[in-house]
């Protein structure tokens, strides 16, 4: 079972950039697709980004393609987003997910087995 904890998440104000990280413990972090999805309040919850077990391969959002970057650092166990250019309709909950059979280029949630309990991000105007 693997348990992951969101961190980096806060107030910053249009055009700002914050960077989240996503630590996970239990089994080998580098077998798991990991993944960063959003929910603001009263949608539904969104994909953002996700990475392959290696690294090597993204995928990302229409909405923050070229303003958000998904890496990972194996040795660490953490996945980050940095996000860059921050606008107002950013603003959510950013939840990091993983999964071991997980495509990149799947954007479903429900294809995503574990969670985290989400970190907040609000961009002001």
């Known amino acids: 079972q693997v348990q992951l904890v969101e961190s980096g998440g806060g107030l910053v104000q249009t055009g700002g950039s914050l960077r989240l990280s996503c630590a996970a413990s239990?089994?080998?972090?580098?077998?798991?697709?990991m993944g960063w999805f959003r929910q603001a309040p009263g949608k539904e919850r969104e994909f953002v980004a996700a990475i392959s077990q290696s690294g090597t391969s993204t995928n990302y959002a229409d909405s923050v393609k070229g303003r958000f970057t998904i890496s990972r650092d194996n040795a660490k166990n953490t996945v980050y987003l940095q996000m860059n250019s921050l606008k107002p309709e950013d603003t959510a909950v950013y939840y990091c997910?993983?999964?071991?059979?997980?495509?990149?280029?799947?954007?479903?949630?429900?294809?995503?087995?574990?969670w985290g309990q989400g970190t907040q991000v609000t961009v002001s105007s």
């Open positions: 239990g089994p080998t972090f580098s077998d798991y697709t």
């Open positions: 997910a993983a999964d071991k059979w997980a495509i990149i280029s799947r954007t479903e949630s429900r294809l995503y087995d574990y």
